[in-house]
């Protein structure tokens, strides 16, 4: 298997959690929807070319690690949901309104949301693509050149500096990411890495800490997480130090 190694290296990283009330919270790991928004956008893509999009996203299979475990964020604003062009009110998970007491002044006005982060880590990540197009050449060569500025999950995580650190072969995406020396600034007594691989990949040193049904798809027609895939978190050993 051909793999594209990357490194996300950011001061802000967020990888799109499920959305509770005013809480916009962060997945530890990326999911196939957020790498499908990233090539995209170093394509030139947009949200409209909804087929060609779900069908990159079906083909994408990756394994993560972080190098650098990062600090937990929150970041606090207010949103006015009276402006012209949000002429809904504000809704909750429980299917109610969100509004505080007062007419309806109160029901469209400013409300408050709370956007989660992960602040100074270094994540490498083993990226490979079922056949079709665009290919794992096309792909690179998009993230060495974007069409577009990067960001790591929103327009406000820009990263610090190139996301492409080549290709390899190896058995599987997993197999890769073993393989990858750890950044630089990882620290040297680490000897376990926190990480996420897809099931059936099991010839690296690793040791299981869950699995998980993950929804980390998006349907690009009616822009809406869906479905449920099985992942693996855990911990990754005998990472080869830096170069």
């Not at 006005?109 to 693509?129: E, K, S």
Request: with cysteine; net charge neutral; aromatic share 6%.
């Amino acid at each position: 298997m051909r793999c594209l190694m990357l490194r996300f290296d950011a001061p802000l990283m967020s990888f799109g959690g499920v959305l509770v009330d005013q809480h916009n919270r962060t997945d530890r790991f990326p999911g196939r929807a957020m790498l499908t928004g990233l090539i995209a956008n170093a394509l030139g893509w947009h949200h409209g070319d909804a087929e060609a999009l779900n069908e990159l996203q079906s083909r994408i299979e990756y394994a993560a690690r972080w190098d650098v475990p990062p600090t937990p964020l929150r970041d606090y604003h207010t949103v006015d949901l009276g402006q012209p062009h949000l002429v809904q009110p504000g809704w909750t998970t429980r299917g109610v309104p969100e509004h505080r007491e007062g007419g309806e002044a109160a029901k469209k006005g400013t409300h408050q949301r709370y956007r989660h982060y992960w602040a100074d880590g270094v994540m490498t990540l083993a990226l490979a693509l079922r056949e079709g197009s665009p290919d794992l050449d096309a792909v690179t060569a998009a993230l060495q050149h974007p069409a577009r500025p990067l960001f790591l999950g929103r327009k406000t995580c820009l990263p610090a500096g190139r996301l492409v650190l080549g290709q390899c072969e190896a058995a599987n995406t997993l197999s890769a990411l073993g393989a990858e020396p750890r950044d630089r600034r990882a620290s040297p007594d680490t000897e376990r890495f926190e990480a996420c691989w897809p099931p059936g990949c099991e010839d690296a040193p690793t040791e299981v800490r869950q699995r998980e049904n993950r929804t980390d798809e998006r349907d690009w027609r009616i822009q809406a997480h869906v479905g449920l895939r099985p992942v693996i978190v855990g911990h990754i050993s005998e990472v080869p130090p830096c170069t």
